[in-house]
């Protein structure tokens, strides 16, 4: 899945309400979502019925676990976007392939692209969505949920002692965060210095050795839901790290805090809580 993060994408859009302008009219939005966010996003705001294709990954909620399937990270089937004639296909901006955007745009179908960078614009995503299907009120009652659910996070924790954290995104090649991304903001939320916060590109391949550096008093490894098994660090052979010698490893849900959506805030407290128990265990051993 973390495939995704690493697509580029280069297509020009037009802006949220000027699309919602031309698509919104009394028929019912005919969706096709192309990411897990956004079908959750729909179906946060009682959309989720205008939904008529979606890919690989979008499991949640249950409902779109039956939704046709017209590809995944590794393409689009064009053929299948036809059949299903969209009014619209909204896409992620750095997780869909720029080529096939570029394609569906040809065949004369709208596309909007999902580009939210910061926590609170989820927010923002869900009102945008809710002026595309009409669902106002319903966009309007989740985004309010989610800023005042994020809000209550932040003044928990902003009294809380920073703590150095590594968070180890994939295994093989190793690959981390910079402060340019969600991860690093969420991570950032719980009041923990990202060591790798300044690197150039926002997920740099990294080594070993880089960590060692880097002291992290935290390493924090997020549970990816995969068919095959995923790539294991023997974290024990390097107890010069402080995260190591003083074992705080931090397991979190990849599903909740790497998707955009009103479930990432339950993966943000479930994460600052656990962050916490860890800053009490280092404060006891210094």
Known sequence: MFKAFFIGLLLFSVSGGALAEQVNDSKKLRIIALAPHIVENLFAIGAGD????????ADYPSEAQSIERIGGYYGISLEKVLALKPDLVIAWKSGNQSEDLAQIERLGIKVYLSNPVTIAGVADELLTFGEFTGNIEQSQQAANAFTQKLNAIIKSQQDKKDITGFYQLWAEPMMTVSKNTWISQLIETCHVSNVFAQSVTDYPQISIENVIVTKPQ???IPDEKSKTPQPVVNWQKWP??????????????????HRFTPRMLDGLADMCDKIDASRKQIKSTQ
């Open 50 to 57: 205008n939904i008529v294709g979606t890919v690989d990954y």
């Open 218 to 220: 935290v390493i924090i």
């Open 240 to 257: 010069e790290v402080p995260a190591v010698k003083n074992d705080q490893f931090i397991s979190v849900n990849a599903d909740l805090l």
